[in-house]
């Protein structure tokens, strides 16, 4: 099974940036998409981002399209996600996924990482 470990969050004010780094230890059939996820206190875990490692499709929760950008690091099996104008809304922890195949749906994400805290706040 795929490790993934994120990296790159911490403390920013609004309107700041942060890149997310997720590290997979391996790319193979089983970690064809790469998801972002979030989970903010008292909230239940929603889709920010996935990119296809195959084509480099990417797709993007509402909330976030045009200030996030998903992209592949194909040398070093690493998904970056670029926060730019970020927002006190956006404070979660953020957590990345391998899936088999391209999707949306948390449960069809078989490996996790440990996820990293993104707060957002003046």
């Known amino acids: 099974q795929v490790q993934l470990v994120e990296s790159g969050g911490g403390s920013v004010q609004p309107g700041g940036s942060l890149r997310l780094s997720c590290a997979a230890s391996?790319?193979?059939?089983?970690?064809?998409?790469i998801g972002w996820f979030r989970q903010a206190l008292g909230k239940e875990r929603e889709f920010v981002a996935l990119i296809r490692w195959s084509s480099s499709y990417t797709a993007y929760a509402d909330s976030v399209k045009g200030r996030f950008t998903i992209s592949i690091d194909n040398a070093k099996n690493t998904v970056n996600l670029q926060m730019n104008s970020l927002k006190p809304e956006d404070t979660a922890v953020y957590y990345c996924?391998?899936?088999?195949?391209?999707?949306?749906?948390?449960?069809?994400?078989?490996?996790w990482g440990q996820g990293t805290q993104v707060t957002v706040s003046s």
């Open positions: 996924a391998a899936a088999p195949f391209l999707t949306m749906r948390e449960t069809d994400f078989r490996s």
């Open positions: 391996e790319h193979t059939f089983s970690n064809n998409a």
